[in-house]
C-alpha cells in the first residue's frame, strides 16, 4: 500500500526552525515529483516548495524562496523541507505529494498525499 507519513511539525517562535521530513513507501519514490503544500485555516492549500526526480531542480512558492529548502534522499524514500526564519504566516498544515509525471510510466498521472503534519509558529 501506498504511504507518505510526515514529521517534524510543531510549535516553534518567530525567527526559528524546523525541519519536516515525508517518508514514502509502497511505490518507486525515485520517480516521483515530490512537493510540499500547506494549508492555513480559512486559505486555500498552496504550493511551498517542489523537487524533480532527480533532486537536480526545485521550485518555491515567492514566500518561502530564501527560507525554505527542500531536499530528497532517493535512498532513503524521504523528501525533507528545511524551514528557517519562520513567520507567523508560515502557521498551516504541511502535505506531503508525490505525483508521477513519466509519460511512458503506467502509473503516469498517479498522484499520492500524506495526512500532514502541523507547524505554528507564535510567542
Known amino acids: 500500500q501506498v504511504q507518505l507519513v510526515e514529521s517534524g511539525g510543531g510549535l516553534v517562535q518567530p525567527g526559528g526552525s524546523l525541519s519536516l521530513s515525508c517518508a514514502a513507501s509502497?511505490?518507486?519514490?525515485?520517480?516521483?515529483?515530490m512537493s510540499w503544500y500547506r494549508q492555513a485555516p480559512g486559505k486555500r492549500r498552496e504550493l511551498v516548495a517542489a523537487?524533480?526526480?532527480?533532486?537536480?531542480?526545485?521550485r518555491y512558492a515567492d514566500n518561502a524562496k530564501g527560507r525554505f529548502t527542500i531536499s530528497r534522499d532517493n535512498a532513503k524514500n524521504t523528501v525533507y523541507l528545511q524551514m528557517n526564519s519562520l513567520k507567523p504566516e508560515d502557521t498551516a498544515v504541511y502535505y506531503c505529494?508525490?505525483?508521477?509525471?513519466?509519460?511512458?510510466?503506467?502509473?503516469?498521472?498517479?498522484?499520492?498525499w500524506g495526512q500532514g503534519t502541523q507547524v505554528t509558529v507564535s510567542s
Open positions: 509502497g511505490f518507486t519514490f525515485s520517480t516521483y515529483y
Open positions: 523537487i524533480t526526480s532527480g533532486g537536480d531542480s526545485t
Open positions: 505529494n508525490a505525483e508521477n509525471l513519466q509519460a511512458y510510466s503506467a502509473n503516469y498521472g498517479a498522484e499520492y
